[in-house]
């Protein structure tokens, strides 16, 4: 028998935990029949309500769930890396525990594997009852992505992806701190087939992503996959530098033919206004890519366990 291991990331998740495994395990026939065994690993990312008891009910019930139990909350990245370091299975999918990750579509997904895929990757077409804002920076920022990063990262896709034992040890190789899954995935290659799905709306509890944590996931992406904001930033300089090259040229000309009263105080304050701005600006940006590269250099530990059953 092949197993197949399911990790499933929780923050604050008390009302949701039972019921995706309820769900879950609704499939179990099915996956018997194709010879597969499951364990499912729900990570707790340092919930701070009752998931961490919620999870031990169900391993009371059923000894192939496991728990890996954050000692704070790292984010959703590295609940699911500590999920790949933890599965044991020949596949390995991530899926939220919300339900919005039906479960329902996991044969489908299983049986592209079989057709000899390396991994089966979500997204959904719509985003019915996300606010309309949201989905238009959602938007905004795949396509920024696609023109400044060499590295595929589809608009709408989820993290529900199966995936085979050699893309995970792929994944597992990747050790950066600043993790960006849906980049990584990309990055690393294989054979992907894209399965396409209606959004489904959260069950129970809430969303724990809010405009600005999502604005700044969006950032880590960006300067994850891409280093076209310094291209950006010299190629300013450049534009700069032409143009005060142009008005010195204008100056002296104008100077020759008119003389020098002494104006052009207030355009002078404005331009330099400008310039500084501009500078800072672009010195935010490597400051910024200074930071991420510092954050790796102190080689820390992507997650800190707790717990583990
Ligand atoms: N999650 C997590 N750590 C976090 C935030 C979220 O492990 O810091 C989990 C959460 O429990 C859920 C999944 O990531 O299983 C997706 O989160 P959510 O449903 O809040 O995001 P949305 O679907 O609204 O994008
Ligand atoms: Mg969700």
Redesign the pocket.
């Known amino acids: 028998m092949k197993l197949l291991s399911v990790i ?6 008390e009302e949701t935990v039972a019921d995706f495994y309820a769900e879950f395990i609704k499939n179990k026939d099915i996956f018997e029949e194709k010879g597969l065994d499951y364990e499912i690993i729900y ?1 707790d ?1 340092g919930s701070r309500d009752r998931t961490v008891e919620e999870i031990k009910k169900i391993h009371e019930k059923d000894q192939r769930v496991h728990m890996v139990s954050f000692s704070r ?1 790292f ?2 990245e590295a ?1 699911m890396y500590a999920g790949f370091e933890h599965a044991n299975g020949d596949y390995v999918v991530t899926m ?3 339900l ?1 990750d039906p479960p329902s579509l996991l044969p489908e997904m299983f049986s592209y594997i079989e057709k000899g895929y390396d991994s089966v990757a979500t997204r959904r077409v719509s985003r019915k009852g996300e606010p309309p804002v949201r989905s238009f920076f959602a938007r905004l920022f795949y396509r920024l992505m696609k023109k400044i990063s060499k590295t595929e990262i589809v608009d709408g896709a989820r ?1 529900y992806r199966l995936m085979t034992r050699q893309m995970v040890n792929a994944i597992l190789s990747v050790k950066e701190y600043n993790r960006f899954t849906k980049g990584i995935y990309g990055w690393v290659g294989f054979r992907t087939k894209w399965l396409e799905f209606e959004n489904v709306e ?1 069950k129970k509890g ?4 809010s405009f600005w944590k999502l604005f700044a996931y969006s950032l880590e992406g960006i300067m994850a996959f891409s280093t076209a904001p310094l291209a950006f930033a010299s190629v300013l300089g450049i534009l700069f530098c032409a143009l005060a090259f142009l008005m010195i040229v204008v100056i002296i000309a104008k100077t020759l033919v008119f003389g020098d009263p002494t104006s052009g105080w207030p355009s002078m304050i404005c331009i330099l206004c400008l310039i500084s701005g501009v500078q800072l600006f672009c010195m935010g940006i490597i400051g910024q890519y200074l930071s991420k590269a510092y954050m790796e250099v102190k080689g820390r530990p992507i997650y800190i366990c707790r717990e583990e059953i």
Not at 8 to 13: D, F, I, L
Not at 206 to 209: G, N, R
């Open positions: 499933v990331p929780c923050y604050n998740e990570v990312d909350n984010g959703k609940a939220d525990v919300d919005q993290d959260r809430e969303t724990k992503w």
